[in-house]
């Protein structure tokens, strides 16, 4: 299968799609601008961002707020079209699957440079690859689209051969997302630390400065000419630089944007979006697909070892109180623990149901205490949850479900951890339960989170739940497919595995003069078409 | 040690009575002083007002109920962000929960983090002042230098780094800032205590025997504790800044305890549109803190000046 950059006709492809879609509930790619005459080069573009994650890597970042500016410093072998899921072509031309799925030979694009001038070739990739199984807790991501990978077989400069021990289906989508972009080998080599302080890659911005809590400075690399076949035009990207700053106070990010001081903001809060369209601001919105914010458990620690206690909160909460008191008004309640964007989501229609909550704790033997909060054998019901401030919303959506769970007799402690620190402790298994999302447009992620057989983070037995994550991750018929996550889905209610809250929706606000800014399919932002009108 | 307190001075036998103040020759009597309180305070109603507010601020820390009756972490999600009104006297927050009760509840976290923190640097500081203006010589020198290099660090960086090795949490904050406030305390006490080893009743008790450490206890230290006295209030204030500073910065209790420096960082994001999660907070605490330093003002001689 060869697929050839389209040209012209995407731009009004794109822009006719965005609007059809984002009339169908808000699941679609958003473009901004609509009769702003033909793009402009030049000019910056300032974004200010919530947090940072303290790394530009990559292959290690995993918050939102830092990927909108690392996704601009990496190509990717393949490119996945937000509207129909489907994969298409970026650095790699053409692909071949295996029918057992176990391995895929894809064939380079030429003439691809590295910012530091050395060629992106078939060797590189494979520097690439054999290095990110060696990545730290950071890099939980890349290596769980890799688990079980058995090596890369260079066959010329173009063409290779990527092959797994165990059939791998969610790979090919895998290679479309920012945490399999394609470092140059002068970065892979370096350690995790050193590349979390600046690495060079092909995309159509190279990283010019970056200064920690403060700012990641993005310039335009001249003479990029490889762009996704996604992309509305082909060439160098339209801004010549990029300024993404961190603005931790959402109401500040409002301001900003009010004044002109940015162009455009992350992580709108709700109390900030009558504020924003008053002044003329865009809000471009888009569903996230991937595991939905909410609560997993680490099944190795007491109380929380107890299916009971997992079973009754999952039934404590008040989906649509938080959805509608803590979230932006485009988000919607969980129906499962996949997003309703994700390929193969099944709802699972959850209830709020608080009596059947204390009828499951009253018959596992936890009863109410004289404070109101349930005691067994001398333990009181308290479960410490750990987040991280990646969203505004976190901290009051938890005070939120706090005070739900303490309705039903359950004490939630609420911890906050800084964003630096949130991988080593998860991976150390040194938290009770965690309150966190993952992104990713591929039921896989079902598997990279709740597998034995991987990390493993929320050390969980063995059960009826492993050979579904297992057999789907194998499953090269989408409708089979489909079915076994379905079940995967219902499983992990049934064990409590997850208690699924909202759906996390990324809103951007966008001023006036900034067109061409465009979500990808995991809802993250893609620059290389972005333009001002003022071009300033 | 004994040795260096014979060294001092000649002995001298007229016999001043120990511990008497020399600051008042001739003390006014009870009913004179009542007679003046009147006239003392109308002349500063600020006083007055700031006395008001430390004695609001302390019913809030001991009954907040009184006060406030409800629960500070309860809140009707349908009433979020209501503005200041008869029912919410400052406003409701972004989960509907009323921010005055919030405010009222929070005083007893706040404050006992402020108590803690000033009685670690009045006890620490003071002690060591008080070993340091004693001994004197080589253990003056070396305590004087740590209290330097202590001084060279500005009190919030200390403040952080005490914080990142204790962890977190409302007594961990209390002894962060006490310790990174011991330098100003062992300066006072120091001084104070050298001025006093040397007058004539401390030689008084020395020439008759008095072991060292009864004269150090019976004679310098309530003598000397008198400005150290009116620094800890005065630090108190200043206390309460640093406390709520890094409660602000989420180094205090966890969420949803309603400490006064996490009630201000939780209002941030909503600045541009409910400006009372913020300002309703931060005014208490500026009322507090200048109510404080009024006070620690009054105590500092503003009484026997005013005659």
């Known amino acids: ?536 | 040690m004994t040795e260096l307190l014979i060294r001092e001075g000649t002995p001298d036998s007229s016999g001043t009575a120990p511990g008497s103040s020399v600051a008042l020759p001739t003390p006014p009597t009870r009913r004179e002083r009542l007679r003046r309180l009147p006239r003392f305070l109308g002349h500063r109603p600020g006083l007055v007002v700031a006395s008001l507010v430390v004695l609001l601020v302390l019913v809030a820390a001991f009954a907040p109920g009184v006060l406030a009756p409800g629960d500070p972490n309860v809140g009707v999600v349908a009433d979020k962000l209501r503005a200041p009104s008869g029912a919410h006297w400052f406003g409701t927050d972004y989960l509907g929960r009323d921010v005055y009760t919030r405010v009222v509840h929070g005083a007893s976290l706040s404050l006992q983090a402020t108590v803690i923190a000033v009685a670690v640097a009045l006890v620490v500081g003071g002690l060591l002042g008080l070993l340091a203006g004693f001994v004197g010589r080589w253990v003056d020198e070396a305590l004087m230098r740590v209290v330097d290099v202590l001084l060279s660090i500005p009190a919030i960086l200390l403040s952080l780094a005490l914080i990142t090795a204790l962890g977190y949490g409302t007594i961990k904050v209390a002894i962060a800032v006490g310790v990174a406030s011991v330098a100003n305390f062992a300066r006072v006490m120091r001084a104070e205590t050298m001025r006093i080893r040397r007058s004539t009743y401390v030689e008084a008790a020395r020439s008759v025997g008095t072991r060292w450490y009864v004269t150090l206890w019976r004679h310098v230290l309530p003598n000397a504790a008198g400005p150290v006295l009116v620094l800890a209030v005065l630090e108190f204030g200043l206390a309460i800044l640093a406390v709520s500073s890094l409660s602000f910065l989420g180094y205090g209790a966890p969420p949803p305890a309603p400490e006064w420096g996490s009630l201000i960082a939780e209002g941030r994001n909503y600045l541009a549109t409910s400006w009372w999660l913020c300002a309703m907070p931060g005014l208490t605490i500026a009322a507090t803190v200048l109510s404080v330093n009024r006070i620690s003002r009054a105590l500092d001689g503003e009484w026997s000046r005013a005659r």
């Open chain 1, 1 to 536: 299968m060869t697929v050839r950059p389209r040209g012209l006709l995407l731009p009004a492809l794109l822009s006719a799609a965005a609007v059809v879609l984002a009339a169908c509930g808000g699941s679609a790619g958003g473009t901004a601008g609509g009769d702003a005459g033909p793009p402009r080069a030049g000019g910056t573009l300032r974004f200010a961002v919530g947090s940072d994650a303290g790394c530009v890597d990559p292959q290690q970042v995993g918050s939102n707020d830092t990927i909108y500016s690392v996704r601009q410093l990496v190509d990717s072998l393949t490119d996945q079209d937000p509207q129909t899921g489907e994969i298409e072509p970026w650095l790699a031309t053409s692909w071949q699957t295996s029918p057992d799925a176990k391995s895929y030979t894809f064939t380079l694009r030429e003439g691809v440079t590295f910012s530091d001038g050395t060629p992106l070739d078939a060797n590189a990739v494979k520097a690439n690859f054999d290095r990110i199984p060696e990545i730290g807790a950071r890099g939980t991501l890349p290596k769980g689209y890799l688990a079980g990978y058995a090596g890369t077989t260079v066959t010329s400069p173009t063409q290779f051969t990527v092959s797994f021990q165990q059939p791998n289906v969610q790979f090919l989508q895998a290679t479309s997302t920012h945490s399999l972009g394609i470092l140059s080998p002068a970065s892979v080599a370096k350690s995790d630390d050193d590349r979390c302080a600046g690495v060079i890659g092909s995309g159509p911005f190279t990283l010019q400065n970056y200064v920690k809590n403060a700012s990641i400075t993005l310039a335009k690399r001249p003479g990029y000419a490889w762009g996704s076949s996604l992309f509305a035009h082909q060439g160098e990207a339209y801004l010549d630089t990029v300024e993404f700053r961190i603005v931790p106070e959402s109401g500040v990010r409002t301001g900003s944007l009010q004044s002109g001081e940015v162009d455009a903001i992350g992580s709108i809060g709700q109390q900030d979006e009558a504020p924003l369209t008053g002044a003329g601001a865009q809000l471009l919105a888009r569903s996230n697909p991937g595991v939905v914010f909410g609560i997993a458990f680490n099944q190795s620690k007491p109380i929380v070892s107890d299916p009971a206690v997992r079973r009754a909160l999952l039934t404590a909460v008040n989906r649509d109180e938080i959805v509608g008191g803590v979230f932006p008004s485009q988000t919607k309640p969980a129906t499962s623990v996949l997003a309703s964007t994700t390929p193969s989501y099944a709802d699972q229609e959850l209830t709020f149901d608080p009596a059947r909550s204390a009828t499951t704790l009253d018959a596992a033997g936890w009863t109410a205490g004289p404070d109101g909060i349930r005691v067994k054998d001398g333990q009181r019901l308290t479960i410490p949850v750990t987040y991280s401030p990646v969203a505004a919303t976190n901290k009051p959506a938890l005070e939120l479900l706090q005070q739900q769970a303490k309705a039903v007799g359950i004490d939630l402690q609420v911890q906050e951890v800084p964003i630096a620190q949130a991988s080593q402790l998860q991976a150390a298994g040194d938290f009770s339960a965690l309150w966190y999302n993952v992104t990713r447009a591929d039921p896989d992620i079902l598997r990279g989170q709740f597998s034995t057989a991987g990390a493993n983070l929320f050390r969980l037995p063995d059960g009826p739940l492993q050979a579904l994550l297992t057999a789907q991750a194998a499953e090269p018929d989408p409708a089979k497919r489909t079915a076994i996550v379905g079940q995967a889905q219902q499983e992990l209610l049934t064990e409590g595995v997850f208690v699924p809250v909202s759906e996390l929706t990324t809103v951007l606000g966008v001023g006036a003069g900034v067109h061409g800014v465009t979500f990808d399919a995991s809802s993250r932002i893609q620059l290389h078409d972005a333009w001002k009108s003022d071009a300033r």
